[in-house]
């Protein structure tokens, strides 16, 4: 089973800051890899999909970058309502299994 | 617009059987897989299988083979999670989702399962 680690556990920053949020694979995923949004008591919400490719209606600040092993969501310019969990999720296999990382939580 | 909406809130004692579900609208349900996720209090996301309508073609998590049971009624555009016998361990919060190649896009809202005796 592909194991995803995403790190930092927790980012704590201010508004108008750029994030990093990074996401190691245990082993390759080409591009099949997208990011997701949670926002308390919500559902998921789709952000980034095919490693670089934003979902419809997704804000221009997000971005996603990387192909392999190593993957990086950035977020250009904090907004207050940025703030939320942030899961990566790996596809190289789909329909089969499929594994989320155990997410970065995002402090504003 | 495409939407999912699950079932409602349950609570339920150790032993009991349940099933929720998942009802698409706005899209070809037959033709869209639709994944199952769980997530359990204060944690993260966790996959558990997924299911083609159009065929009942079900991929399961090995975490979660023979735990649930997930199914579809194409004729109703409803997708199931189905427990025989309920654990406090599986009382979590579990989301369905239209699953495409490349991403989640959909979401349903989530249904709260509490077992507790």
């Known amino acids: 089973e592909i194991v995803l680690t995403q790190s930092p556990a927790t980012l704590s920053l201010s508004p108008g800051e750029r994030a990093t949020l990074s996401c190691r694979a245990s082993q390759s995923v080409s591009s099949y890899l997208a990011w997701y949004q949670q926002k308390p008591g919500q559902a998921p919400r789709l952000l980034i999909y095919?490693?670089?490719n934003r979902a419809t209606g997704i804000p221009a600040r997000f971005s996603g970058s990387g192909s392999g092993t190593d993957f990086t969501l950035t977020i250009s310019s904090l907004e207050p309502e940025d703030a939320a969990v942030y899961y990566c999720q790996q596809r190289s296999n789909w329909p089969r299994v499929i594994t989320f990382g155990q997410g970065t939580r995002l402090e504003i | 617009e495409v939407q999912l909406v699950q079932s409602g809130a349950e609570v339920k004692r150790p032993g009991e059987s349940l099933k929720i579900s998942c009802k698409g609208s706005?899209?070809?349900?037959?033709?869209?897989?639709i994944g199952w996720v769980r997530q359990m209090p204060g944690k993260g996301l966790e996959w558990m299988g997924i299911i083609y309508p159009g065929d009942s073609d079900t991929r399961y998590s090995p975490s979660f083979q023979g735990q649930v049971t997930i199914s579809a009624d194409k004729s109703i555009s409803t997708a199931y999670l189905h427990w025989s016998s309920l654990k406090t361990s599986d009382t979590a919060i579990y989301y369905c989702?239209?699953?495409?190649?490349?991403?989640?896009?959909?979401w349903g809202q989530g249904t709260r399962v509490t077992v507790s005796s």
């Open positions: 989702a239209r699953e495409g190649a490349a991403a989640a896009d959909y």
């Open positions: 095919a490693a670089s």
């Open positions: 706005g899209y070809s349900f037959s033709s869209n897989w």
